[in-house]
């Protein structure tokens, strides 16, 4: 196999990764069983997401010692007997879930909710806390089963590896800012807000435009941020001119009301004290999204936060307005995004030159070795979302 030498990103303790050797990658799941449906891949690229940055800054109930990265683009270097679509030498994309293809979740293609991956609740990911104990993939190797039903395998090696940047995004936030879109019901014509201008509501902008929305605004309080959502074409919402959301898109569209809504922040969300609320995002969404509106909700929510402010917080209960959503009749949408209902046609729209998603959350390639200067800048708020190449194979 010529693996020898892996290194992966470890999470040791709030504010701290650091790079270094691990295990190389087997035929083994978590439970130590012997599995022949998965394949190794040297991974080409895995991007650093705000996912992990809610672990990273001791926000769950993560164990010190976890390799992280579930954002992983890879080429298959080695496949068990059960794998019976895909070779060596394939380029594939790998959704963060993990799934099995055959549970009643899988056959819906529901597969954020896996339910046999995990033996502790619905769903796995890679390199994940409280998502079944997958091996992470900020790695320079990594095992992925079930491998014939996850890989999506990109058509031309060449064509593939030229538009790496963009393609490494289908592992997860051009389909979790999709979903947000799809699920808040963007159509032709909708008028939409997003809140959070990190990558994952840039992609969630970039969804709605493709998907035809008339205006896209996007909010947030970081400015680097903001003027980078601008001079992509979204309407910027600077959330620290005002503690009155509805009046700043009534200034952009006459009425302070949209037709849909997504949220790409969580539940580390800011008020406009600066202070953290983490309901303020869902209550606000609620607030402006029209009567029968729609309201998708990519930005993750915990079932446990060691590090909230407030008592209930810690156990993921929320001060929610929820009386005024139902009374609007509006729909809210949850959960982990189900990558592969998205993912083709995603690639595809890549591969056509309809959707430059590197550019617009400004991919920035770095090597795997500098991970944690990559984690301390993401954390500081840079307008980038952060690729590492563990091979430098990324021109
Ligand atoms: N559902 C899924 O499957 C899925 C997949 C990927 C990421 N996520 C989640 O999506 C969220 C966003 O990810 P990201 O990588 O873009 O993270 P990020 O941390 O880079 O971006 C979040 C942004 O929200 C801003 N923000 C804070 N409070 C705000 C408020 N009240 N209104 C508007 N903006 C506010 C922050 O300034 C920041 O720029 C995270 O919670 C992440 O865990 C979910
Ligand atoms: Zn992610
Ligand atoms: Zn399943």
């Known amino acids: 196999m010529g693996i020898n030498s892996n290194r992966g990103v470890i999470y040791q303790g709030p504010g701290k990764v650091e790079v270094q050797d691990i295990a190389d990658p087997t035929f083994t799941n978590p439970a130590g069983k012997k599995i022949d449906h998965a394949v190794i891949l040297k991974v080409l690229s895995t991007n650093i997401c705000g996912s992990d940055q809610h672990m990273v800054r001791g926000r769950t109930t993560a164990p010190a010692g976890m390799v992280l990265g579930h954002e992983i683009t890879g080429e298959i270097i080695e496949k068990g007997s059960d794998v019976e679509m895909l070779n060596v030498g394939d380029i594939v994309s790998v959704p963060f879930n993990v799934a099995c293809g055959r549970c009643r979740c899988c056959r819906e293609l529901d597969t954020g909710v896996c ?11 890679f390199g994940y806390v409280d998502m079944g104990g997958w091996v992470g993939g900020q790695a320079k190797y990594v095992m992925v089963p079930y491998a014939d039903f996850n890989l999506l395998k990109f058509p031309d090696r060449d064509q ?9 995004m289908l592992s997860d936030i051009l389909p979790t800012g999709f979903h947000g879109a799809i699920k808040a019901g963007v159509g032709v014509g909708s008028i939409t807000y997003v809140a959070g201008a990190g990558p994952v509501g840039l992609a969630a902008a970039a969804s709605a435009q493709i998907l035809g929305a008339a205006v896209v605004m996007v909010g947030d309080f970081n400015k680097e941020r903001l003027n980078h959502a601008a001079k992509m074409g979204f309407v910027p919402i600077d959330l620290s001119q005002h503690d009155r959301l509805g009046e700043m898109i009534a200034q952009v569209v006459g009425v302070p009301e949209v037709d849909s809504a997504i949220d790409a922040v969580g539940f580390e969300a800011r008020g406009h004290s600066g202070k953290e609320q983490p ?6 969404m609620m607030e402006i999204t029209r009567v029968a509106g729609n309201i998708g909700i990519p930005g993750l929510y915990v079932t446990a936060d060691p590090g909230a402010q407030e008592k209930a917080a810690k156990e993921g209960s929320l001060s929610l307005k929820f009386g005024l959503g139902w009374s609007k009749a509006q729909s809210l949408h949850t959960g982990q995004t189900p990558v592969l209902r998205y993912n083709r046609q995603l690639m595809n729209a ?3 030159d309809r959707l430059p998603i590197a550019k617009i959350v400004n991919a920035k390639v770095i090597p795997l070795e500098e991970a944690a200067q990559g984690y301390a800048h993401f954390d500081a708020g840079v307008a980038a979302k952060y690729v590492l190449d563990p091979h430098g194979v990324i021109g």
Request: hydrophobic residues 55%.
């Open 115 to 125: 339910l046999t991956v995990n033996p502790a609740r619905a769903g796995g990911a």
């Open 350 to 352: 890549i591969l056509h």
């Open 279 to 284: 309901a303020v995002v869902l209550n606000q």
């Open 160 to 168: 593939a590896l030229s538009k790496i940047l963009d393609l490494t």
